[in-house]
């Protein structure tokens, strides 16, 4: 089983500013099976990236996926207000098929 | 616009079962291209999969839940069911369902609103 460690835990930034999140998994995952989700309170999840890079569909270019083998990033170029919110990775394995990272917290400093 | 809505029991006994329907809107869940999953997620916790199935009825389960989980499709309803058997408290959850892109590995690219279920005597 592929174990997903995102961090750090909570990230504290101010709008404007650069975020970096991260996603370690334990053993190598393809490129292709890599995915980013943003979760705000009371809603369901929404898909950011798929395929560790592309944008889902009306996904804002300041969001970008980047990485390969265990090491992946999210990266939002300048946070806007609306960004705060909790940021899942997720990936396709073998057993179980889907699973995802602890979350990582984004609140306003 | 897709749209799915999750509709079942706010509140399940311990030793119950848990069954929950997603209905789809505004696309056909007999598309050749999808599956249709559950999701759950614990309150205040992470995502955890549980399952999906394709409009023909072939189906995958999470390890750790199969022996508890049976998921099933109605086309003619344009519906998708989850049934989760013997629950505990551990599975107080809000429950998701979700359009499942295997296709490109993509668990959600569509999702319900959620719904809590609480295990509870």
């Known amino acids: 089983e592929i174990v997903l460690t995102q961090s750090p835990g909570t990230l504290s930034l101010s709008p404007g500013e650069r975020a970096t999140l991260s996603c370690r998994a334990s053993q190598s995952v393809s490129s292709s099976y890599l995915a980013w989700y943003q979760q705000k309170p009371g809603q369901a999840p929404r898909l950011l990236i798929y395929g560790a890079s592309s944008r889902a569909t009306g996904i804002p270019d300041r969001f970008s996926g980047s990485g390969s083998g265990t090491d992946f990033t999210l990266t939002i170029s300048r946070l806007e207000p609306e960004d705060f919110a909790v940021y899942y990775c997720?990936?396709?394995?073998?057993?179980?098929?889907?699973?995802f990272g602890q979350g990582t917290k984004l609140e306003i400093k | 616009q897709l749209q799915l809505q999750e509709s079942g029991p706010g509140l399940v006994k311990p030793s119950e079962t848990l069954s929950l329907t997603c209905t789809v809107s505004g696309g056909s869940i007999s598309s050749s291209s999808y599956y249709w999953g559950w999701i759950r997620q614990p309150p205040g916790k992470g995502l955890e999969w549980i399952g999906s199935i394709y409009y023909s009825g072939s189906t995958y389960y999470n390890p750790s839940l199969k022996s508890r989980v049976t998921i099933s499709v109605d086309t003619s309803k344009n519906q998708f069911s989850l049934k989760l058997s013997s629950v505990t408290a551990a599975d107080t959850a809000v429950y998701y369902c979700?359009?499942?892109?295997?296709?490109?590995?993509?668990?959600?690219?569509?999702w319900g609103q959620g719904t809590l279920v609480t295990v509870s005597s």
């Open positions: 997720q990936q396709y394995g073998s057993s179980p098929m889907y699973s």
């Open positions: 979700a359009r499942d892109r295997l296709y490109d590995y993509v668990l959600g690219d569509y």
